[in-house]
C-alpha cells in the first residue's frame, strides 16, 4: 500500500470514531508524519466524497456539546474556532440551534440547582451563579435568571 493509501486508511479510521474537521484530519495526518502531499490528496479525496465537511461537523458539534455538558454560544464558539472551523461555517452552525442561549442557561440553571436545594438560599445562589458564568454565559443574563430560577424552585 502507497503512502496516499496509508494515510487515507488512518483518516477513514479518525472519520469512523466520530466526524471531524478538515483542521483535524489534517492535524492529525501531520502527527503521524504524512507528507503535506499526500495530506493533501487524501483531503481533497475525503472533502470530494463528502466525508469531511465543516459545516456538518460544526452542526454536530454545536448539537452534542448542547445535549451533553450544555455552555454558552461563546465557549462553543470558541470550541470551533479551535477546531479550525472558518467564522461563516460557526455563525451557520449556530444560527440553526433552536434553543436560544437564555433557555439553555435557564435548564442549566434548573438543573443545577437541584443538587443546591440543602443549602441556604444565598448561598445556593452564589454557587449557581459561579458556576453559570464559568459556562461562559452573561453575568447580567445570568443574574436575571438565577433571580427567576431562584425564587421558581427556593422558597
Not at 41 to 49: P, Q, T
Not at 75 to 90: F, S
Not at 143 to 151: R, W
Amino acid at each position: 500500500m502507497d503512502n496516499i493509501g496509508k494515510a487515507k486508511k488512518f483518516a477513514l479510521k479518525l472519520l469512523n470514531v466520530r466526524d471531524r474537521s478538515e483542521k483535524e484530519i489534517i492535524s492529525s495526518l501531520t502527527e503521524n508524519k504524512f507528507s503535506e502531499h499526500d495530506i493533501i490528496e487524501v483531503v481533497l479525496s475525503l472533502k470530494e466524497k463528502g466525508l469531511i465537511n465543516d459545516l456538518r461537523f460544526a452542526k454536530e458539534w454545536v448539537d452534542y456539546v448542547l445535549r451533553t455538558s450544555p455552555r454558552s454560544q461563546s465557549l462553543i464558539r470558541q470550541d470551533l474556532v479551535q477546531k479550525g472551523i472558518p467564522e461563516n461555517t460557526i455563525e451557520e452552525a449556530l444560527s440553526s440551534v433552536v434553543l436560544s442561549e437564555k433557555e439553555v442557561l435557564k435548564n442549566i440553571a434548573a438543573k443545577r440547582l437541584k443538587g443546591l436545594d440543602n443549602l441556604p438560599k444565598t448561598k445556593a445562589k452564589g454557587k449557581l451563579f459561579r458556576y453559570l458564568v464559568s459556562k461562559g454565559f452573561d453575568i447580567e443574563m445570568v443574574d436575571e435568571v438565577i433571580a427567576k430560577v431562584i425564587d421558581d424552585e427556593i422558597e
